[in-house]
C-alpha cells in the first residue's frame, strides 16, 4: 500500500475544522455532479429530493448531470461504441429524455429544472463565459434547478470537455459556487483501490494535490462500465474548482440520500480550498497582467469606489483603448493616480457612448437594456492606499 504523505485532515492539526460532512451542511452554493451509471440506475428520484431539502435549507444547488447519450443509446439500441455522429445522435434524442427524468424528480417539490448545454467555448471564451454566468444567475433568482450538461450533439473532440467532472467543476467555477459534490461509485477516496486492497484507507480530508496523491488515483476507483470518468479525473475536476475558491467532497451516489448520508456517517472525501471563491475571484481580477483599456473618473466616482460602490457610467470622464465586455480595465482619479482594476460591463464603443450619462439612459443610447453600471463592485478591486 502506498505510504501516507503529510497533508492529509488525520496529520493536521487543524483536522476538525474541516471535514466532508462540515463543508455539506455550510455549503450555500453547491455543484452536484450526477454520472451516467446513477443516471442509468433511476437515482434520479432520490436526487431530487435531496435538491429540495437542500433547497428548503435556503441553498442553491445547480445539477451537472450525465446520462444523455446513454439514455439515448437505449431508446435507439445502439451499443456504447459508437461512431460520433450516432454518439451526437444518440445525445440528441437522450437530452429531452434525460429533462423528462429531471421534470419527473423535480417537480412534485415544486422545483422546475432548467436545461443549460455547454461546450468548452462557453467557460473559455471570456463573453461566452459572461453569457453563461449571468443565465445560471438569473435561474437560480428566478428559483429553478438548472440542470447542466455538455451540449454533445454540437461538440468535437477539439472543443469537448471529454468528462463531465471537468465541466463540473467549470461550472462550479462559472458560478462561484462554494462547494463541488462528485458523486462516485466509492465513498470517497483511497490511497489504494478498496476493491482490491483490504488495507486500503480513505481520506477524509486533502489539503494539497500534491504528486503523491495523484498517483494513489492511477487507473483505480474508475466508475462503472457505463460512464467516462475515473478517480483521476476527479482529483483534477477539484483541481480546477479549488483554483475558484471551491472546496470538493466525493461521495458514494449509491446510497439513497447520499449528502444526507455522509454527514450522518461521516464518509466522503473533502478537498479544500485556501480561499473563498470571492477572493478567488477578486484575485483573479487583479492578477490581470495587460488591462485591454483604461477609465478616467470624475472626483465622485472615485469616492463612490473607495465606499465600496459600483462604478456608474455617469463617472466615466474618457475612454481609452479598445476593449470588449468582460475585458480588464485600468481605472484612473482625476489626477491620474491608478485607483484598481475592474471588468469593463460594455465594449470600449459602448462605454465611450455612455460616459457621463445616467444609467437610465443606457437603453435609449444602445438600443438594448443593459446592466445599469459601468463596472460592477463585485467586478472590481482598487488598488491598496487608493
Known amino acids: 500500500m502506498t505510504p501516507a504523505v503529510p497533508l492529509l485532515a488525520q496529520d493536521a492539526p487543524d483536522a476538525g475544522s474541516a471535514t466532508p460532512a462540515g463543508a455539506l451542511t455550510s455549503a450555500r452554493r453547491l455543484v452536484l455532479k450526477i454520472g451516467s451509471a446513477l443516471i442509468g440506475a433511476d437515482r434520479a428520484a432520490d436526487l431530487g429530493r435531496e435538491v429540495a431539502r437542500l433547497r428548503g435549507e435556503g441553498r442553491e444547488v445547480i445539477l451537472v448531470s450525465s446520462g444523455a447519450a446513454v439514455l439515448g443509446r437505449r431508446r435507439l439500441g445502439l451499443p456504447r461504441e459508437a461512431a460520433l455522429d450516432r454518439t451526437q445522435a444518440a445525445a440528441a434524442v ?39 454566468r449571468a443565465t445560471l444567475e438569473a435561474l437560480l433568482v428566478l428559483g429553478a434547478v438548472p440542470v447542466v450538461n455538455e451540449n454533445d450533439t454540437v461538440a468535437t473532440e477539439e472543443i ?28 470517497g477516496f483511497y490511497d489504494a483501490d478498496p476493491r482490491s486492497s483490504p488495507g486500503a484507507r480513505r481520506l477524509a480530508r486533502i489539503d494539497a494535490l500534491t504528486p503523491e496523491i495523484l ?31 471551491c472546496a470538493t467532497v466525493i461521495l458514494d451516489g449509491r446510497v439513497d440520500s447520499p449528502l444526507g448520508a455522509a454527514v450522518s456517517n461521516g464518509s466522503g472525501t473533502l478537498i479544500t480550498a485556501h480561499q473563498s471563491p ?6 483573479w481580477i487583479a492578477g490581470s497582467v495587460a488591462p485591454a483599456g483604461m477609465l478616467r473618473l470624475d472626483e ?18 474618457a475612454v481609452e483603448g479598445g476593449f470588449d465586455k468582460g475585458d480588464s480595465v485600468e481605472l484612473r482619479a482625476p ?5 484598481g482594476i475592474g471588468l469593463a460591463a460594455y465594449a470600449a464603443d459602448e462605454m465611450r457612448r455612455l460616459a457621463g450619462r445616467q444609467s437610465g439612459e443606457i437603453e435609449g443610447l444602445l438600443g438594448y437594456r443593459g446592466p445599469g453600471v459601468a463596472i460592477h463592485r463585485d467586478d472590481l478591486v482598487l488598488e491598496t492606499g487608493a
Open 94 to 132: 437522450g437530452q429531452s429524455l434525460l429533462m423528462r427524468e429531471w421534470d419527473a424528480a423535480l417537480a412534485p417539490h415544486g422545483l422546475t429544472p432548467a436545461q443549460v448545454l455547454l461546450t468548452r467555448e462557453d467557460t473559455e471564451r471570456r463573453r461566452r463565459w459572461l453569457n453563461a
Open 300 to 317: 465622485g466616482a472615485a469616492a463612490a469606489l473607495r465606499a465600496g460602490k459600483s462604478l456608474l457610467p455617469a463617472g466615466v470622464v
Open 278 to 283: 470571492r477572493q478567488a475571484y477578486k484575485a
Open 215 to 245: 498517483a494513489m488515483a492511477g487507473d483505480a476507483n474508475a466508475e462503472a462500465a457505463v460512464g467516462s470518468g475515473g478517480m483521476r479525473t476527479k482529483l483534477e475536476a477539484a483541481r480546477i474548482a479549488r483554483a475558484a475558491g
Open 335 to 339: 489626477d491620474g493616480r491608478r485607483l
Open 160 to 187: 469537448r470537455y471529454g468528462d463531465n467532472d471537468r465541466l463540473a467543476a467549470r461550472t462550479a467555477q462559472l458560478a462561484r459556487a462554494d462547494l463541488l459534490v462528485l458523486l462516485s461509485d466509492v465513498d
